[in-house]
């Protein structure tokens, strides 16, 4: 007899390169155990672009308190600087979340004595690439040298604070 597996309802606020492939994922390869209930960006345009590409009817929320009503997990992909406001709004309402931009976490202790008050589950990706884990893997083997490079389409930075303090035009870079 099969497990009956209940599906989870999530929410997707940031809908750039990262927030596509996890949505995209959701819809494709986890559509069995996860409701992929709704999208946000601040361009909504983009959570609009994002929904047409999508094989699963998702709604676009007008606001991030929309979005965390509709859902019980939260997955944010916005940005580090949105992650505090995304993280307490999650947390008042009950929700669990993911946070993707970690960063945000290291850089606002209260954040994490925030999330532990609380009765809602933070999910933190173990990051880009192999991140940490990977790195202590090749450690126990003896690895003496590292080098990571990675690189990040110019449209990925849109809403950066300091690509628009600079009114940096990154349509115009190839």
Same mark, same amino acid.
């Given at each position: 007899?099969?497990?009956?597996?209940?599906?989870?309802?999530?929410?997707? $606020?940031?809908?750039?390169? !990262? +927030?596509?492939?996890?949505?995209?994922?959701?819809?494709?390869?986890?559509?069995?155990? $996860?409701?992929?209930?709704? =999208?946000?960006?601040? /361009?909504?345009?983009?959570?609009?672009?994002?929904?047409? @590409?999508?094989?699963? *009817?998702?709604? $676009?929320?007008?606001?991030?308190?929309?979005? $965390?009503?509709?859902?019980?997990?939260?997955?944010?992909?916005?940005?580090?600087?949105?992650?505090?406001? !995304? =993280?307490? @709004?999650?947390?008042?309402?009950?929700? /669990?979340? #993911?946070?993707? &931009?970690?960063?945000?976490?290291?850089?606002?202790?209260?954040?994490?004595?925030?999330? %532990? %008050? &609380?009765?809602?589950?933070?999910?933190?990706?173990?990051?880009?690439?192999?991140?940490? *884990? +990977?790195?202590?893997?090749?450690? #126990?083997?003896? !690895?003496?040298?590292?080098?990571?490079?990675?690189? @990040?389409?110019? %449209? +990925? =930075?849109?809403?950066?604070?300091?690509?628009?303090?600079?009114?940096? *035009? =990154? /349509?115009?870079?190839?």
């Amino acid at each position: 007899m099969a497990k009956n597996v209940s599906r989870v309802s999530v929410g997707i $606020i940031g809908c750039g390169t !990262i +927030g596509s492939v996890i949505a995209e994922y959701c819809a494709k390869e986890l559509s069995e155990k $996860i409701d992929l209930k709704a =999208l946000y960006d601040k /361009d909504g345009s983009r959570a609009e672009a994002l929904s047409k @590409k999508l094989s699963v *009817d998702t709604a $676009i929320a007008t606001s991030v308190d929309e979005l $965390i009503k509709s859902c019980a997990l939260v997955i944010e992909s916005a940005s580090a600087a949105a992650v505090p406001e !995304i =993280l307490k @709004k999650a947390i008042n309402a009950g929700k /669990d979340i #993911m946070v993707m &931009s970690v960063g945000a976490l290291v850089a606002d202790e209260d954040l994490m004595a925030l999330t %532990k %008050k &609380s009765g809602s589950t933070l999910y933190i990706p173990s990051g880009a690439i192999c991140g940490l *884990d +990977g790195v202590k893997a090749a450690a #126990m083997k003896g !690895i003496e040298e590292a080098t990571l490079t990675t690189t @990040k389409p110019p %449209k +990925g =930075l849109k809403g950066a604070p300091y690509i628009e303090k600079k009114a940096i *035009d =990154l /349509d115009s870079l190839k």
